[in-house]
């Protein structure tokens, strides 16, 4: 229950939780800059901030969550590309980390991230110079194997 300035009172369908009826849509906006700043927080695990966007990120965990659902089965191998700048010690710590490896290594990353199917689209991204000091461009390449359990994802083109 809501209680507004002229003593009126409002309820709220989902109590006092907003809803968000396409959190993917504004996820993508680009002139929302949600992207950034949900990311951000999760990056720097700030919980402050992080419980002022919980209910958005609830919506957006379970929109994911659905279309994932939907789509899987017509999902199929596929590989997907994501470009990014990292710290060069960050890159090297991959790199001694591969060498003392036999197989591919995992890694872990703290928010969601957007990738394409287009190389060369990633490629672009990746060459973009970047504003900070000691840090390189990577190209990400992930490959998606449906029969492997993993961590909801989806296409969100057409969302």
């Not at 009826?21 to 680009?30: E, R």
């Not at 990311?39 to 929109?63: K, P, Q, V």
């Not at 010690?89 to 990353?109: H, R, T």
Request: with cysteine.
């Amino acid at each position: 229950m809501k209680v507004s300035s002229n003593g009126t009172q409002s309820e709220n369908v989902r109590g006092e939780d907003p809803h968000f009826d396409n959190a993917i849509w504004w996820y993508s906006c680009n002139e929302a800059f949600i992207y950034s700043q949900i990311n951000n927080i999760l990056r720097l695990e700030n919980f402050e901030l992080l419980m002022s966007y919980r209910y958005y990120i609830i919506d957006l965990c379970g929109m994911i969550e659905e279309l994932y659902i939907k789509n899987k089965p017509r999902q199929k191998h596929q590989i997907v590309y994501r470009a990014d700048k990292i710290k060069q010690s960050d890159l090297d710590a991959m790199e001694q980390s591969a060498k003392n490896k036999d197989k591919d290594q995992l890694i872990s990353i703290n928010g969601f991230i957007s990738t394409t199917t287009d190389k060369e689209i990633a490629e672009f991204y990746a060459k973009k110079p970047s504003i900070l000091a000691d840090f390189v461009p990577i190209l990400y390449e992930i490959t998606i194997d449906p029969a492997i359990p993993c961590t909801a994802f989806a296409n969100i083109v057409s969302s």
